[in-house]
């Protein structure tokens, strides 16, 4: 090589560590046969704290991860570069301060002429940003999710809910040959409420009833919701006939506790409820609408015959 060859080629080794040391990318390499760092960039510093001198083997780079993420990513990176393959990583990354900061290691394997890896080199990318967007997305996506199980005005389960839980509870009461109950409930005298206090009293007095019956449910299988206008369905598995009566008194006596009062009509002019019940093993010929019609016809009767009350036959 000539003086001259020797100069340009200087030269451009100069061009290209500037350019690979101004990226926000961090270069580095790993020689295969020892695991030891060639070379790091010196950005490494400034994101992670780390001196690029303290970056010496790679089990240097396997301590300064997150111990959640440790085990696969370096799992996996071994395993992508003994069998050749090109692959990218997401982990955090320890910080000197001690915090993390989200890296994806982005990895091209060198190989020899027998197609054994030679040497790995790659780039760090900072994607705390992105990782924090995501995060934000996602909890977003849950939250709306959440907001389109539940009744805007009563903050109760709506019926989506019901619609998506009812199908599981009936699924899993046949299969283990367990009761299921359904209380279907409606505020008795609700028109003569609006005429008499408003629509807007209306809505706050169909918060202060889900209130006062969100104390009935005994545990996360039960499940309380709105059905729609004043009606509220308690969904009860494995509770029989009798327990799931005696709820249904129970959501009745809450709702006169309650002492909202019902200045047009109704008991003493307190606000009362009506229900009707229905309990079923579901077998092989059942269906969850004639279920829940069942119950419903059942709270028709107990209007029928007067109201705040509960009606469990015919
Ligand atoms: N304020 C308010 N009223 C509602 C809402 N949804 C339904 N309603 C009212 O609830 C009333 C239901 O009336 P009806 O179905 O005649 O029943 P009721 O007056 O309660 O009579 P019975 O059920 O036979 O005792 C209607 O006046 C609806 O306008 C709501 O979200 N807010």
């Known amino acids: 090589m000539t003086t001259t060859e020797q100069a340009i080629l200087t030269e451009d080794f100069g061009v290209y560590k500037t350019l690979l040391e101004s990226t926000r990318a ?48 370096f799992n996996f990176c071994v395993s992508q570069s003994q ?18 900061t989200w890296i994806r290691d982005v990895v091209h394997v060198v190989r020899n002429d027998d197609g054994t890896p030679n040497a790995l ?48 509870r009936w699924r899993e009461a046949r299969d283990a040959r367990q009761p299921l109950s359904v209380v279907v409930l409606d505020i008795d005298y609700f028109k003569q409420y609006n005429d008499h206090y408003g629509h807007l009293e209306g809505d706050e007095c169909l918060k202060r009833v889900a209130r006062a019956l969100a104390g009935i449910v005994r545990s996360g299988d039960d499940l309380l919701c709105r059905f729609g206008g004043e009606e509220f369905v308690l969904l009860l598995p494995n509770t029989d006939a009798a327990a799931a009566m005696a709820l249904a008194w129970r959501c009745l006596d809450l709702v006169d506790k309650a002492l909202i009062p019902h ?52």
């Open 121 to 168: 080199i790659g780039f760090m990318f900072d994607i705390s940003e992105r990782k924090r967007t995501e995060e934000k997305l996602l909890n977003m996506q849950r939250e709306l999710e959440e907001l389109s199980f539940k009744d805007g005005l009563t903050g109760v389960a709506n019926r989506r809910r019901f619609d998506a839980v009812v199908d599981l």
């Open 26 to 73: 961090i270069p580095w390499k790993i020689d295969w046969a020892t695991l030891r760092f060639a070379y790091i960039g010196p950005q490494i510093e400034e994101l992670l704290g780390w001196s690029p001198q303290s970056w010496q083997t790679v089990q240097d780079w396997a301590d300064r991860m997150h111990p959640e993420d440790r085990e696969w990513v």
């Open 263 to 314: 200045a047009g009509v109704g008991h003493d002019k307190r606000l009362t409820l009506s229900a009707g019940v229905n309990t079923l093993v579901p077998g092989e010929g059942d269906a969850v609408l004639p279920f829940i019609g069942v119950a419903d016809s059942r709270l028709y009767k107990a209007k029928e015959r007067g109201r705040h009350r509960v009606v469990a036959e015919g």
């Open 83 to 100: 069998a050749g393959i090109d692959h990218e990583a997401d982990y955090r990354a320890l910080r000197k301060d001690g915090e993390f």
